[in-house]
């Protein structure tokens, strides 16, 4: 495959990870983009990289770069996206990709006029464990999908100012966590879900701190979702069929599987990658796809999350400061 440059728009945590995904290709990342130049540069020092852009549009000015990474805050990635995708650049942009449907059908449509790639980072759609759990369930030996259990609760302390229920930085579960939720319901599903009801425990701030989800598609095929921000819950996530069920914990990053067969109830245990690669993954998938061995971007699925967040919150009458201009 051809050798991409690489640049990072942000250098918080998922930079970090995504500057080790390089260095386990053997690679640096080209260039960091933040809006505190100061920790660009410390950034820049740890990983190695040689440029750092004194302001972050210099990034989409840079003729050298090919694939911009964007981790800022979701109320800012539409933003990046357009300045991104109008000059040319291939954007992996971490989750959520946007704030809503809307935004992402322009973002989706100036990367199609530009000829780029576009992806949202959501590690479900790149772990090994999951292409290898399709592949069982499509051999037909579980049978035919009835119902998909998914838990998510992170314990977060209630203050308020933080991004988890700043309404001002897109706060709430539904797009911090809910996302990955979601995404594992729309892997698994035949197609996507029609009918969605939920329920909604809003925080002092106007953000979702807890909701429960319902939802089925045409299939009948149905699923629940249970978050929170301030109730622990295992990361867990079931799969049941009429022959056997599938059970996955830590499933953003999972590794491994295991399987219950109805019959006689003995267990087979599945595994596949490594949590601690799940940047590594995305970066090569998106790579294969730019190089046109396949798509392994799996935007379809990001439109259909993104479509049913979007009307939830519509539901809940819950928006943010950026929708409401």
């Known amino acids: 495959m051809k050798k991409y440059n690489w640049a990072t728009l942000g250098c918080g945590v998922i930079a970090n990870e995504l500057a080790a995904a390089m260095e386990k290709k053997g690679?640096?990342?080209?260039?960091?983009?933040?809006?505190?130049?100061e920790k660009a540069v410390q950034f820049a020092e740890k990983y190695g990289i040689e440029k750092v852009y004194d302001n972050i549009d210099q990034v989409f000015e840079d003729e050298n770069v090919d694939i911009i990474y964007?981790?800022?805050?979701?109320?800012?990635?539409?933003?990046?996206?357009?300045?991104?995708?109008?000059?040319?650049k291939h954007v992996l942009c971490e989750k959520s990709i946007t704030l809503n449907s809307e935004e992402l059908e322009e973002a989706i449509n100036l990367a199609k006029e530009n000829n780029v790639v576009l992806a949202e980072a959501m590690t479900i759609y790149h772990m090994p464990?999951?292409?290898?759990?399709?592949?069982?369930i499509s051999s037909g030996k579980l049978g035919d999908l009835g119902l998909i259990q998914m838990n998510f609760g992170s314990y977060k302390e209630y203050?308020?100012?933080?991004?988890?229920?700043?309404?001002?930085?897109?706060?709430?579960?539904?797009?911090?966590?809910?996302?990955?939720?979601?995404?594992?319901?729309?892997?698994?599903?035949?197609?996507?879900p029609d009918q969605v009801v939920s329920q909604v425990?809003?925080?002092?701030?106007?953000?979702?701190?807890?909701?429960?989800?319902?939802?089925?598609?045409?299939?009948?095929?149905?699923?629940?979702v249970?978050?929170?921000?301030?109730?622990?819950?295992?990361?867990r996530g079931t799969i049941a069929f009429d022959k056997g069920y599938i059970e996955i914990f830590e499933y953003p990053r999972?590794?491994?599987?295991?399987?219950?067969?109805?019959?006689?109830?003995?267990?087979?245990?599945?595994?596949g990658g490594n949590t601690k690669d799940?940047?590594?993954?995305?970066?090569?998938?998106?790579?294969?796809?730019?190089?046109?061995?396949?798509?392994?971007?799996?935007l379809e699925y990001t439109k259909d999350v993104m479509q049913i967040m979007t009307d939830i919150r519509k539901q809940w009458g819950m928006t943010y400061p950026e929708e409401e201009k």
């Open 27 to 37: 690679e640096k990342l080209y260039s960091v983009a933040n809006r505190t130049h």
């Open 70 to 88: 964007i981790s800022t805050p979701h109320n800012t990635h539409i933003e990046f996206l357009r300045k991104a995708l109008k000059a040319g």
């Open 129 to 136: 464990i999951y292409k290898k759990l399709n592949e069982i």
């Open 159 to 192: 203050d308020m100012t933080n991004r988890f229920f700043n309404r001002n930085l897109a706060g709430g579960a539904m797009l911090d966590i809910g996302v990955y939720a979601l995404s594992f319901v729309r892997w698994f599903m035949t197609s996507v």
């Open 201 to 224: 425990k809003m925080a002092p701030t106007g953000v979702d701190e807890q909701a429960g989800i319902l939802l089925k598609n045409k299939e009948e095929e149905m699923a629940t």
């Open 226 to 235: 249970m978050l929170s921000l301030h109730c622990k819950q295992p990361k």
């Open 254 to 271: 999972g590794q491994e599987a295991v399987i219950t067969y109805t019959e006689d109830g003995h267990k087979e245990t599945i595994t």
């Open 278 to 298: 799940a940047l590594y993954y995305e970066v090569e998938d998106m790579e294969k796809t730019i190089d046109r061995i396949g798509d392994f971007t799996y």
